[in-house]
């Protein structure tokens, strides 16, 4: 069994595990990203059919490390967002204060793992290994060991990246708590006819929210990603029945005009869970691996971005005050700063689509009370815009305006 030494390892090679590589290795520490599935630019090309949406926050985090000026000519941006509680005339129109930012932007996943991979090809203190199935985990004073059939990975940290089952959270029995929706969501790309403008739409329809966002011409067409939160089995008889083309356009119509073509469906289910911790000896969950959420608000990649900035945050400040790598304080501190941030949205998430999917008359007629009033205060709508974009927002200021 051969021996593998990295001051910090990182397990999973996804959208997180891949930046969190790049921005690590800023610091200056040899890394090495091990996964069961293969690492490669031709694997990324091909793989993951779906889109992502990166808030504002995270652009300027990609941006101070270099990433941006590659990501930003693939992306679409988003510069107004349009909620709709069943039908388009009761709506909330978001839009942001300042006109030199955008609410966030889409990009194919598939791109944002071209670019990141790229970044870590050209560092030489990154390597990776592929094809790796973690057996158990051993640490002590000094080290962490990771064992597989034919390794053992040693590592001063581990950064477990390895998404909402993580195997590393099973081995170190940390508990989470889970909530299952019992709903799936469908992904899909679509060519239609009208013009989006840039801008998102997220309808509450009582089987579930339909988000529409705006992508990148295809060949001159107009196109965009749909995701529709419905009951898994009414979904699996859609994805490959004739009705497919005839049931979408008739929830989108209305908004993005007639489908010419769908392309790249696929199903996902649709759960939640949060870490009890974030953290354990000489290991951190960052990303799906330490939390997920409900879609509604296509923010759950971003938090991820910003745990693994927090870490880049905490490691720097533990280096420059010479402390050794993986030391507990410094990753009690990553918690801290990351476990809150988490937990909010995860209950924001869940509360919101508990909330739209009642059709009860009370609690509609409530929800289009909210709608008028937040789409009709222009501060409190800039204040929600804000949050969605990635900002930090002072509630008890804006409530002493």
Same mark, same amino acid.
């Given at each position: 069994?051969?021996?593998?030494?990295?001051?910090?390892?990182?397990?999973?090679?996804?959208?997180?595990?891949?930046?969190?590589?790049?921005?690590?290795?800023?610091?200056?520490?040899?890394?090495?990203?091990?996964?069961?599935?293969?690492?490669?630019?031709?694997?990324?090309?091909?793989?993951?059919?779906?889109?992502?949406?990166?808030?504002?926050?995270?652009?300027?985090?990609?941006?101070?490390?270099?990433?941006?000026?590659?990501?930003?000519?693939?992306?679409?941006?988003?510069?107004?967002?349009?909620?709709?509680?069943?039908?388009?005339?009761?709506?909330?129109?978001?839009?942001?204060?300042?006109?030199?930012?955008? /609410?966030?932007?889409?990009? %194919?996943?598939? !791109?944002?793992?071209?670019?990141?991979?790229? #970044?870590?090809?050209? +560092? @030489?203190? *990154?390597?990776?290994?592929?094809?790796?199935?973690?057996?158990?985990?051993?640490?002590?004073?000094?080290?962490?060991?990771?064992?597989?059939?034919?390794?053992?990975?040693?590592?001063?940290?581990?950064?477990?990246?390895?998404?909402?089952?993580?195997?590393?959270?099973?081995?170190?029995?940390?508990?989470?708590?889970?909530?299952?929706?019992?709903?799936?969501?469908?992904?899909?790309?679509?060519?239609?006819?009208?013009?989006?403008?840039?801008?998102?739409?997220?309808?509450?329809?009582?089987?579930?929210?339909?988000?529409?966002?705006?992508?990148?011409?295809?060949?001159?067409?107009?196109?965009?990603?749909?995701?529709?939160?419905?009951?898994?089995?009414?979904?699996?008889?859609?994805?490959?029945?004739?009705? /497919?083309?005839?049931?979408? %356009?008739?929830? !989108?119509?209305?908004?993005?005009?007639?489908? #010419?073509?769908?392309? +790249? @469906?696929? *199903?996902?289910?649709?759960?939640?869970?949060?870490?009890?911790?974030?953290?354990?000896?000489?290991?951190?969950?960052?990303?799906?691996?330490?939390?997920?959420?409900?879609?509604?608000?296509?923010?759950?990649?971003?938090?991820?971005?910003?745990?693994?900035?927090?870490?880049?945050?905490?490691?720097?400040?533990?280096?420059?005050?010479?402390?050794?790598?993986?030391?507990?304080?410094?990753?009690?501190?990553?918690?801290?700063?990351?476990?809150?941030?988490?937990?909010?949205?995860?209950?924001?998430?869940?509360?919101?689509?508990?909330?739209?999917?009642?059709?009860?008359?009370?609690?509609?007629?409530?929800?289009?009370?909210?709608?008028?009033?937040?789409?009709?205060?222009?501060?409190?709508?800039?204040?929600?815009?804000?949050?969605?974009?990635?900002?930090? !927002?002072?509630?008890?200021?804006?409530?002493? #305006?």
């Amino acid at each position: 069994m051969k021996n593998i030494n990295a001051e910090i390892l990182i397990v999973g090679s996804g959208l997180t595990g891949l930046c969190a590589a790049g921005i690590l290795s800023e610091i200056g520490y040899k890394i090495t990203i091990i996964d069961k599935n293969k690492i490669g630019a031709s694997y990324f090309k091909t793989g993951d059919i779906r889109t992502t949406a990166i808030s504002e926050g995270s652009k300027k985090i990609f941006d101070d490390f270099g990433l941006w000026k590659n990501i930003a000519q693939h992306v679409t941006p988003i510069n107004k967002i349009k909620v709709c509680d069943r039908k388009i005339s009761n709506k909330i129109d978001f839009e942001n204060a300042n006109e030199d930012e955008n /609410l966030g932007y889409i990009v %194919e996943n598939k !791109i944002l793992k071209t670019i990141f991979f790229d #970044k870590i090809n050209k +560092n @030489k203190n *990154i390597n990776y290994y592929d094809g790796v199935d973690i057996k158990s985990i051993e640490t002590n004073s000094r080290k962490v060991s990771l064992k597989s059939k034919k390794y053992i990975f040693n590592s001063n940290l581990v950064v477990a990246a390895d998404g909402k089952f993580s195997s590393l959270r099973k081995l170190l029995k940390i508990n989470a708590f889970k909530k299952n929706y019992n709903h799936s969501a469908l992904f899909l790309n679509v060519i239609h006819s009208k013009d989006h403008k840039n801008q998102a739409y997220e309808i509450f329809k009582s089987s579930g929210p339909l988000a529409i966002l705006p992508m990148k011409k295809n060949k001159n067409f107009y196109q965009s990603s749909i995701i529709w939160s419905h009951k898994t089995n009414f979904l699996k008889a859609l994805i490959d029945s004739n009705r /497919l083309s005839a049931v979408i %356009e008739d929830e !989108i119509k209305s908004f993005v005009g007639n489908i #010419k073509k769908i392309s +790249n @469906k696929k *199903i996902f289910n649709l759960s939640a869970h949060i870490n009890s911790t974030f953290y354990s000896e000489k290991l951190v969950f960052v990303g799906d691996a330490a939390h997920s959420v409900h879609p509604i608000a296509g923010q759950g990649w971003n938090l991820g971005i910003r745990d693994i900035y927090n870490l880049f945050v905490v490691l720097k400040e533990g280096r420059e005050l010479g402390l050794e790598l993986g030391n507990n304080v410094i990753l009690k501190k990553y918690n801290d700063k990351t476990f809150y941030d988490a937990f909010v949205l995860y209950q924001i998430t869940d509360k919101l689509n508990s909330i739209f999917s009642v059709d009860n008359i009370l609690v509609k007629k409530l929800r289009n009370i909210g709608i008028d009033f937040i789409d009709n205060n222009r501060s409190l709508n800039f204040l929600i815009s804000s949050y969605a974009m990635g900002k930090k !927002i002072n509630l008890f200021n804006w409530l002493k #305006k």
